[in-house]
């Protein structure tokens, strides 16, 4: 099964600032790799798809990029609807698995 | 609209049996891949199950494989999860998500999008 290590786990910050959460691949998985928001008591929703795909509709303060087996989520200029908890997926193989999670929280 | 909406959760004991339903609108149902992904009470997300648009392929998380069962019924727009042997693990919220790819032969190389907003499942004594 490949591993998805998320950090950091949880994370303070303050509206306006730039956040970066990292994902790293136990093994290759080229590109699919995405990125999901989730807040309390509800679904989540996909953000980055393929790695560095933006979904429609998503604000563009949201990026992703990858180097290898090491996948970021960049914030920038957060806004207060941005705190939440993130996830990274990955659709490589089965099982696709997420990582932890990283619960952004407002300083 | 695209919409999910679970149903069939609830308390059941360990070692018995439930079925979760999923039913979908807004899309064209067999055009899409789906899956099931869980959440135990304040924990992360974790994937368990897909099926792709025809249900001639699926795939299971190591910890409920030979005790669920994905299947799909395209006539009726609906997805379900035939849970058996139930342990106090299996304790979560459960989601139904769309997988985006059109006609995929496999469940993976993807992402979901959308996800219903969950039923709940408590295995409890």
């Known amino acids: 099964d490949i591993q998805m290590t998320q950090s950091p786990s949880s994370l303070s910050a303050s509206v306006g600032d730039r956040v970066i959460i990292t994902c790293r691949a136990s093994?290759?998985?080229?590109?699919?790799l995405n990125w999901y928001q989730q807040k309390p008591g509800k679904a989540p929703k996909i953000l980055i798809h393929?790695?560095?795909g933006l979904k429609s509709g998503v604000p563009s303060r949201f990026s992703g990029s990858e180097s290898g087996t090491d996948f970021t989520l960049t914030i920038n200029n957060l806004q207060p609807e941005d705190f939440a908890t993130y996830y990274c997926q990955q659709t490589y193989s089965v099982p696709i698995t997420f990582g932890q999670g990283t619960r952004l929280e407002i300083k | 609209e695209v919409q999910l909406v679970e149903s069939g959760g609830g308390l059941v004991q360990p070692g018995r049996s439930l079925r979760l339903s999923c039913a979908a609108s807004?899309?064209?149902?067999?055009?899409?891949?789906m899956h099931w992904v869980r959440q135990a009470p304040g924990k992360g997300l974790e994937w368990v199950s897909g099926i792709n648009w025809s249900g001639d392929n699926t795939g299971y998380a190591d910890s409920v494989k030979g005790r669920f069962t994905i299947s799909r019924d395209n006539a009726k727009n609906s997805l379900y999860l035939q849970m058996n042997s139930l342990r106090p693990e299996d304790t979560a919220l459960y989601f139904c998500?769309?997988?985006?790819?059109?006609?995929?032969?496999?469940?993976?190389?993807?992402?979901?999008?959308?996800w219903g907003q969950g039923t709940v499942v408590t295995v409890s004594s």
């Open positions: 807004g899309f064209t149902f067999d055009d899409h891949g």
């Open positions: 393929g790695a560095s």
């Open positions: 093994q290759s998985i080229s590109n699919y």
């Open positions: 998500a769309r997988d985006i790819v059109w006609k995929g032969a496999y469940v993976t190389h993807t992402w979901f999008d959308p």
